[in-house]
């Protein structure tokens, strides 16, 4: 049984190390190449590509950028999703079907159609501009091509990964506990911050890391939102890549993005250890 | 906070998280030569436009048959590695499992650039192959996942029944498991069709100028102009996403093939 099981698993792991073990070791190893002009890629081991990056102040305000534009989709998706995946767990069982379903739905639509659709409304001549410009305002501010655009559209994007966690988080609300509070005198506001928020607080964690990972590492929304005025480390690797074909530096920038997922995933141990 | 205010704040954040999705329908209907909201007029316009895009719809034929290479293939590689993992006792069962679905927790942007250097060497890029390999990166790791999943569910000692009553392996695996696993597999299939279609970031990186798949030639549009054309398309997407999770549905119900 021991050998069948393991021929059984040949095939997958074969496709498995040709499409991901090789090639992210070989990733890994190219950052530690020098890049040549004209797209060349140097044969020694060298440490040229990160000594520059590391030197360059343009990367590290990219770093920077990403990861406070990144923080700040991820709380707005907290703010947003949160009255969401209260009233998703509090509504009676028939209806909760239905409202999972809408807050599920959006996650099997594409990316590159749901930036479309804000696009649509934040556009220069798109549904929002044309409500301001009608209720009078003349030269409303730009909404796309800036942090603005993108940091709507990836919030709304990321809100379905947030309600979900959230909702799995919810797990311990017990509807007891908020009416025994309730019927001891507490105001509806204090019961919410003492007893609903405190016991939602792994949700809240799961998704935080959850919507900041994802805000991290996306392409599609800066890249068309921002339409290359809005400088983030995911949208600079393609650009190394297919524009500027410098591998080793798309390279070295993917390792950063990695560490950067590694740094929010060790914050999210040590906060959920301390919290349980 | 008041139960009307409450109330409202979730109508106004549900507002927002459909609104993209939901807006699409009416401006695909628009009459405007250009994008505007709301449009000036009703048509069909669009929606001809579309059909007489070559580009568009010769990656919209690419798209499906790479959806359907990737189901078929997905299938042949995970049903036997998902039948070891959740029926073989060895050491290091755990640990091939986590590196089957691996693929899962990395950015596909890292994925892709991996895959666009190494594919690159080996004349790949643009190629059928390289695309099948690539949506197989994401693939594989989702259809392994469920298919262990549907896997662990089956009732106990139903396979070990068959064999000592006589059957050989492949007779148990054929008139016990696979029938059991059915609705498993046909949510496999459905998640697999659905993971290739809509994926765009790495494809980005695989396309070749003759080769090119649905969302990535939509991207490519999107970049350039933002015209209704898009709506159109954007429709037709997500009227082919409808279509596999209503298939789905009725099949083997929605929960129980996402495993709820």
Not at chain 1, 88 to 112: D, E, G, K, T, Y
Not at chain 2, 49 to 76: C, D, E, F, I, K
Request: net charge positive; charged share 10%.
């Amino acid at each position: 049984m021991r050998r069948t099981a393991l021929l059984l698993l040949v095939p997958a792991l074969a496709v498995n190390l040709l499409v991901f073990l090789w090639p992210m070791l070989n990733l890994a190893a190219l950052s530690f190449r020098d890049a040549l002009p004209g797209g060349g890629i140097g044969t020694v081991l060298s440490l040229g590509t990160w000594r520059d990056l590391l030197a360059d102040g343009y990367y590290w305000s990219l770093l920077l950028n990403s990861v406070v534009v990144s923080l700040i989709i991820t709380l707005a998706a907290l703010f947003c999703g949160y009255p969401i995946a209260l009233f998703v767990h509090r509504a009676p069982a028939r209806w909760r079907n239905l409202l999972m379903v809408a807050c599920i739905a959006p996650l099997l639509v594409s990316a590159v159609v749901r930036t479309y659709g804000w696009l649509v409304i934040l556009g220069d001549r798109g549904l929002l501009p044309s409500l301001l410009r009608a209720l009078g305002w003349v030269r409303p501010p730009r909404l796309v091509f800036n942090e603005i655009g993108v940091v709507v559209a990836l919030t709304e994007i990321l809100m379905p990964y947030m309600i979900l966690s959230l909702l799995a988080g919810f797990g311990r609300l017990n509807p007891v506990l908020e009416e025994a509070a309730a019927s001891l005198g507490a105001r509806p506001f204090t019961v919410f911050r003492r007893i609903v928020l405190p016991l939602s607080v792994p949700g809240i964690l799961l998704g935080c890391l959850l919507a900041f990972v994802l805000a991290v590492s996306s392409f599609i929304t800066p890249s068309l939102l921002g339409g290359g005025r809005v400088p983030l480390l995911a949208t600079e690797i393609y650009d190394q890549a297919i524009v500027s074909l410098n591998w080793p530096v798309a390279a070295a920038l993917s390792v950063i993005v990695l560490a950067v997922f590694g740094v929010a995933l060790t914050l999210y141990g040590r906060l959920s250890r301390a919290e349980a | 906070m008041g139960r009307a205010a409450f109330h409202a704040l979730v109508a106004v954040m549900f507002l927002f998280l459909l609104a993209p999705v939901i807006l699409v329908f009416p401006l695909s209907l628009s009459a405007d030569s250009s994008m505007a909201f709301p449009p000036s007029g009703w048509s069909l316009r669009w929606y001809a436009a579309l059909v007489q895009h070559p580009g568009l719809m010769a990656a919209l034929r690419n798209s499906v048959l790479l959806a359907l290479l990737v189901t078929a293939s997905a299938l042949l590689l995970a049903i036997p590695a998902a039948l070891a993992i959740a029926r073989g006792r060895f050491p290091g069962r755990e640990a091939l499992f986590a590196l089957l679905t691996a693929p899962l927790l990395l950015p596909t942007i890292v994925l892709g650039l991996a895959l666009l250097i190494l594919f690159a060497g080996w004349g790949l890029i643009g190629s059928w192959s390289g695309l099948v390999l690539a949506h197989l990166l994401v693939a594989l790791p989702y259809a392994t996942r469920v298919l262990v999943t549907a896997l662990g569910t089956l009732p106990a000692g139903l396979e070990d029944a068959a064999a000592s009553l006589g059957a050989p392996p492949a007779t148990v695996f054929r008139r016990v498991t696979l029938p059991l696993i059915l609705p498993g597999v046909a949510a496999t299939c459905a998640i697999v069709c659905l993971v290739s279609f809509d994926e765009t970031v790495i494809s980005l990186f695989v396309v070749g100028p003759r080769l090119t798949t649905f969302p990535v030639a939509l991207f490519r549009y999107v970049q350039s102009r933002t015209d209704p054309l898009v709506a159109a398309a954007a429709a037709v997407m997500i009227l082919f996403t409808l279509a596999i999770v209503i298939v789905l549905d009725r099949l083997i119900g929605l929960k129980r093939a996402v495993g709820g």
